[in-house]
């Protein structure tokens, strides 16, 4: 029996943050990071809305942890994010010595996992986690923008 609290919970909890910035115009990438099975942060995209390139889901996500757990490294923390990070994303969680990512959807264009040790080395990867459902939302945003 599958628990409530896996891998796919928390990548549909993502997925909410990711129509959250679908609806407002941004492109829909979503995060949440938890810390012993509960969602300590929420992030979307929000770089047009605030004008600032860095706003990504992962660095508000990040920010936001950061400020709940009253420190700057989330050890025993999980990122869940229905992209594959960036490199400027990807510095980030590396800096952070992040436990544990899971994305959904391949950046095969600007995605950071091409290249070697971007993570910090304690970090664990898992990719693939809906990623049907989360390259769908990406594809049918960029359809409507053609």
């Not at 959250?20 to 929000?46: F, M, S």
């Not at 980030?92 to 544990?100: E, M």
């Not at 959904?104 to 040790?117: I, Q």
Request: hydrophobic share 40%; charged share 25%.
């Amino acid at each position: 029996m599958i628990t409530p609290y896996d891998d796919k919970y928390f990548m549909r909890k993502a997925l909410d943050e990711a129509k959250r910035a679908y609806a407002l115009d941004e492109v829909p990438v979503g995060a949440v990071i938890v810390a012993d099975n509960q969602i300590i942060a929420r992030g979307h995209n929000l770089t047009e809305q605030l004008n600032d390139v860095t706003a990504h889901a992962e660095m508000q996500s990040i920010t936001s942890a950061a400020e709940f757990l009253g420190g700057k490294y989330l050890k025993k923390c999980t990122l869940y994010v229905t992209l594959e990070p960036c490199v400027m994303c990807a510095g980030a969680l590396n800096w952070s010595q992040i436990s544990k990512i899971v994305y959904g959807a391949r950046d095969e264009r600007r995605g950071a996992l091409r290249y070697e040790n971007i993570l910090h080395p304690t970090t664990e990867l898992v990719g693939g986690v809906m990623a049907e459902e989360c390259s769908t939302l990406m594809k049918d945003f960029f359809k409507g923008k053609r």
